[in-house]
């Protein structure tokens, strides 16, 4: 026969929503959506950079060459769009932006923190960011 504790509150310690395993795991969900949210904005910008880099003025004497346009507009996209697709869920998402991710982590030093935590730390939530296909769960 189990006796309750009158003094315990019923959000109490008892509880599994307050296990320290379940705040660690939200904790890491979080930082993975603040980590999206860099990635769509980081990738917006270099979307950005890599359109005014392929039609800005080509005359210009130190001007890029185009492939490194290019190279930011795929880069860009590809990060926002990844990005997105884990803050909405998608299936898609989390494969997706562990590939850019992977690439990003070529961006030392910001890159490399926030793809390396996000490729560590990503398949210990998954579930919180939609289905994820089978052959990678």
Same mark, same amino acid.
């Given at each position: 026969?189990? =006796?309750?504790? /009158?003094?315990?509150? /019923?959000?109490?310690?008892?509880?599994?929503?307050?296990? /320290?395993?379940? +705040? +660690?795991?939200?904790?890491?969900?979080?930082?993975?959506?603040?980590? $999206?949210?860099?990635?769509?904005? @980081?990738?917006?910008?270099? @979307?950005?950079?890599? %359109?005014?880099?392929?039609?800005?003025?080509?005359? !210009?004497? &130190?001007?890029?060459?185009?492939? @490194?346009?290019?190279?930011? %507009?795929?880069?860009?996209?590809?990060?926002?769009?990844? !990005? *997105?697709?884990?803050? #909405?869920?998608? =299936? #898609?998402? *989390?494969? *997706? $932006?562990?590939? *850019?991710?992977?690439?990003?982590?070529?961006?030392?030093?910001?890159?490399?923190?926030?793809?390396?935590?996000?490729? @560590?730390?990503?398949?210990?939530?998954? &579930?919180?960011?939609?289905?994820?296909?089978?052959?990678?769960?």
């Amino acid at each position: 026969m189990a =006796s309750t504790n /009158p003094y315990q509150s /019923p959000q109490g310690a008892g509880t599994p929503e307050s296990s /320290p395993e379940v +705040k +660690k795991r939200a904790q890491i969900a979080r930082n993975i959506r603040a980590i $999206c949210i860099l990635y769509t904005v @980081f990738g917006t910008l270099a @979307f950005l950079g890599g %359109l005014g880099l392929l039609f800005g003025s080509p005359e !210009a004497p &130190d001007a890029p060459p185009k492939w @490194f346009g290019w190279l930011l %507009l795929i880069g860009g996209a590809a990060g926002a769009i990844s !990005a *997105v697709g884990v803050l #909405w869920k998608k =299936s #898609w998402g *989390v494969p *997706v $932006c562990a590939i *850019v991710s992977a690439v990003y982590l070529l961006s030392f030093p910001v890159g490399t923190i926030l793809g390396g935590y996000f490729l @560590f730390n990503i398949w210990k939530v998954r &579930d919180q960011f939609g289905a994820i296909p089978a052959q990678l769960a």
